[in-house]
């Protein structure tokens, strides 16, 4: 027993370092685009709540369409209240109804109906929520690898230029470089390290966007590698798909509701009426000794539309400027939808041909330049400052190549949304 008690804390405390191993090591694992887009997914309230509306809706489309609950009514009649007792006067009678109101023509079908087109709509702005969840998340996250693997260039490149200020200061000491070409190397030193500064916070901006999507995860390092994005159908198909765009289809039914709105307000010009069935039970014999006979008693009421100039009339004017302001925005959301569809292809075009121009010509032009100006300034041919400028064009280039790839790539997760591409 001694033996146990004293081994505890030891399997303790190897547990206890196993977790924190297995926490370090899940925090340093690398996230990819798919597991954050899921992530985001996942973990959006927004689409949520428009699937519980949507829910609500489809529930309100039943109730609408059901009749009115029936009214139970008791109560005395023609009790005399001067004399006499219930049995006394012939027309004393303990009443018992029931009535049911019936609305006007179509109205409950036309309600329900508006309800449904409602529910159907908030359905497809839940769809278009999560298009653009995944979109704003892809750009996010695509946003950190940049400034990621910006910070990656940068620090490779600085042990060169570490190594160019030492050569410098050293041949400087000799006297077989000027003052001026050490500060220069020092200030350029200086500035790489400015520069990683602004990387840094660049990075955590970017982090810190991209948590507002997957929450603390995007506090671990983006996988090195991007998502491809060099391939998307022709313009004429995704203008074909952006019609069945979710958030045009929710436009639509917002139409369809309106027309139903309409349709009902046509409808309420129609007289609503009531059915009332009533049973009167009455005590007391006749003059001829036999018992006082119950009353059944059955009526209609009719609504009267005398007043329909500011009711209905007003009504259905609403009703029809409603359906016209969401057709209207129906068709301005397809403008701008479109407008941006085409815009952004041809911003994914010229980035896609800038990006082949650099991984063509330009990336190897640049560092051929820069491998050129080192070895005349080697064999005291070329000048220090060609070799600063040419070095850091060849970083420069380096990152240029990189965020092409970046803003290609978010500009894919936009047609992505538009066009239906699957991320």
């Given at each position: 027993?001694?033996l146990?008690?004293?081994?505890?804390?030891?399997h303790?405390?190897?547990?206890?370092?196993?977790?924190?191993?297995?926490?370090q090591?899940?925090h340093?694992?690398?996230?990819?685009?798919?597991?954050?887009?899921?992530?985001?997914?996942?973990?959006?309230?927004?689409?949520?709540?428009?699937?519980?509306?949507?829910?609500?809706?489809?529930?309100?489309?039943?109730?609408?369409?059901?009749?009115?609950?029936?009214?139970?009514?008791?109560?005395?009649?023609?009790?005399?209240?001067?004399?006499?007792?219930?049995?006394?006067?012939?027309m004393?009678?303990?009443?018992?109804?029931?009535?049911q109101?019936?609305?006007?023509?179509?109205?409950?079908?036309?309600?329900?109906?508006?309800?449904?087109?409602?529910?159907?709509g908030?359905?497809?702005?839940?769809?278009?929520?999560?298009?653009?969840?995944?979109?704003?998340?892809?750009?996010?996250?695509?946003?950190?690898?940049?400034?990621?693997?910006a910070?990656?260039?940068?620090?490779?490149?600085?042990?060169f230029?570490?190594?160019?200020?030492?050569?410098?200061?050293?041949?400087?000491?000799?006297?077989?470089k000027?003052?001026?070409?050490?500060?220069?190397?020092?200030?350029e030193?200086?500035?790489?390290?400015?520069?990683?500064?602004?990387?840094?916070?660049?990075?955590a901006?970017?982090?810190?966007m991209?948590?507002?999507w997957?929450?603390?995860i995007?506090?671990?390092?983006?996988?090195?590698?991007?998502?491809?994005s060099?391939?998307?159908?022709?313009?004429?198909?995704l203008?074909?798909?952006?019609?069945?765009?979710?958030?045009?289809?929710?436009?639509e039914?917002?139409?369809?509701?309106?027309?139903?709105?309409?349709?009902?307000?046509?409808?309420?010009?129609?007289?609503?009426?009531?059915l009332?069935?009533?049973?009167?039970?009455?005590?007391?014999?006749?003059?001829?000794?036999?018992?006082?006979?119950?009353?059944?008693?059955?009526?209609?009421?009719?609504?009267?539309?005398?007043?329909?100039?500011?009711?209905?009339?007003?009504?259905?004017?609403?009703?029809?400027?409603?359906?016209?302001?969401?057709?209207?925005?129906?068709?301005?959301?397809?403008?701008?939808?479109?407008?941006?569809?085409?815009?952004?292809?041809?911003?994914?075009?010229?980035?896609?041909?800038?990006v082949?121009?650099?991984?063509?010509?330009?990336?190897?032009?640049?560092?051929?330049?820069?491998?050129?100006?080192?070895?005349?300034?080697?064999?005291?041919?070329?000048?220090?400052?060609?070799?600063?400028?040419?070095?850091?064009?060849?970083?420069?280039?380096?990152?240029?190549?990189?965020?092409?790839?970046?803003?290609r790539?978010?500009?894919y997760?936009?047609?992505?949304?538009?066009?239906g591409?699957?991320?």
């Amino acid at each position: 027993m001694t033996l146990f008690c004293g081994r505890l804390p030891l399997h303790l405390l190897w547990l206890l370092l196993a977790l924190a191993f297995t926490a370090q090591a899940q925090h340093n694992l690398p996230l990819t685009l798919a597991e954050a887009e899921q992530l985001a997914l996942d973990q959006e309230p927004g689409h949520a709540a428009m699937l519980a509306q949507a829910a609500a809706l489809k529930d309100h489309a039943v109730a609408a369409g059901q009749l009115p609950d029936p009214i139970f009514r008791a109560g005395l009649a023609n009790y005399p209240i001067s004399s006499g007792g219930f049995s006394t006067e012939g027309m004393t009678q303990a009443q018992l109804g029931l009535r049911q109101s019936f609305p006007s023509g179509k109205s409950r079908a036309f309600s329900t109906e508006q309800y449904e087109s409602l529910a159907l709509g908030m359905g497809e702005s839940a769809d278009a929520r999560s298009r653009d969840v995944l979109m704003q998340t892809r750009r996010a996250w695509l946003e950190a690898y940049y400034w990621q693997r910006a910070r990656d260039i940068v620090t490779e490149s600085r042990p060169f230029f570490g190594d160019l200020v030492e050569v410098t200061r050293s041949q400087y000491a000799v006297g077989r470089k000027t003052q001026h070409d050490l500060l220069r190397a020092e200030l350029e030193f200086s500035r790489l390290d400015d520069r990683l500064i602004e990387i840094d916070r660049q990075y955590a901006q970017a982090t810190a966007m991209l948590s507002a999507w997957t929450g603390s995860i995007a506090n671990r390092p983006m996988s090195s590698t991007p998502p491809n994005s060099q391939q998307i159908p022709e313009i004429g198909v995704l203008r074909s798909a952006l019609e069945a765009h979710p958030a045009l289809l929710a436009a639509e039914a917002q139409v369809d509701a309106r027309r139903a709105g309409v349709n009902l307000a046509e409808e309420q010009k129609k007289p609503a009426w009531a059915l009332d069935l009533g049973y009167g039970y009455r005590d007391g014999t006749l003059p001829s000794g036999e018992p006082r006979s119950d009353f059944v008693s059955l009526s209609v009421s009719l609504e009267l539309p005398f007043f329909q100039k500011n009711r209905q009339d007003r009504k259905l004017s609403a009703a029809l400027s409603e359906r016209s302001a969401a057709e209207y925005k129906k068709d301005q959301l397809l403008r701008e939808m479109a407008s941006q569809l085409d815009a952004e292809f041809t911003h994914w075009t010229d980035l896609t041909r800038r990006v082949g121009l650099y991984e063509s010509r330009i990336l190897s032009l640049s560092e051929d330049q820069a491998q050129a100006a080192l070895l005349a300034y080697q064999s005291e041919a070329g000048d220090f400052a060609d070799v600063m400028r040419a070095y850091i064009n060849d970083l420069n280039t380096r990152l240029e190549h990189v965020r092409l790839q970046v803003d290609r790539g978010q500009s894919y997760a936009v047609l992505a949304n538009l066009g239906g591409i699957s991320q």
